[in-house]
């Protein structure tokens, strides 16, 4: 009986124990956020898993620098405070309550919305495949600083299907999709990126 009830409560506080890989919208990543300074996320990590950098002439930070599942990017101002965290790839560990991840399909990210949402074509450019508007679907309120955005076409998983002129449509500057239009159905992008603003 005494097994018994060990094992239930070792069971209970496992589950009881936050999710070290929970992405929470104005909060962070896991225990990393704008609470942290980077000196104590520095502290954290083994040696080679904190590198400070520079992305677009801004001075950036990676957590998990040597783990592509857990990396973590984050921007910071010229006084060193966090700006934003990000997330890049085709997989990896982290994810939002509502099970948005990296790899997360198009009408997954649908399904969770409860609706359709708009987003850019991927073109050349800086905003391509990003998500701009909900559409008053459920993802609106939470992931008002939140911004996703799609990887290019060609990893999508309807791009060997696309014809040429549709593939042309997917890539094209300044073209705005509609999640339930049928050329974005078929073509079905995979979330690429994960950012929180702060």
Known sequence: MKRLIAALLLTASAWSRPDPYLIVPGK????????MSLAQMEKKMDPGNYLEGESQGRPTVEIFAMDPFLRIIMSVNHRRQLRSM???????????????????????????????FRFHAMSD???????????????????????????SAMHSEGYSDLTDQEKIRAEKAGVIFRSDEPLARKLNPIVETIELAF
């Open 28 to 35: 962070g990543f896991g225990s990393y956020g704008p609470a």
């Open 86 to 116: 990000w997330v890049h790839g085709y997989m990896g560990k982290w994810h939002t309550a509502e099970g948005v991840r990296l790899g997360t399909t198009m009408r997954s990210l649908e399904k969770i919305n409860g609706g359709p």
């Open 125 to 151: 450019r800086p905003e391509a495949g990003r998500i701009i508007d909900w559409r008053g679907g459920r993802l609106a309120g939470p992931y008002r600083k939140v911004r996703l955005t799609f990887a």
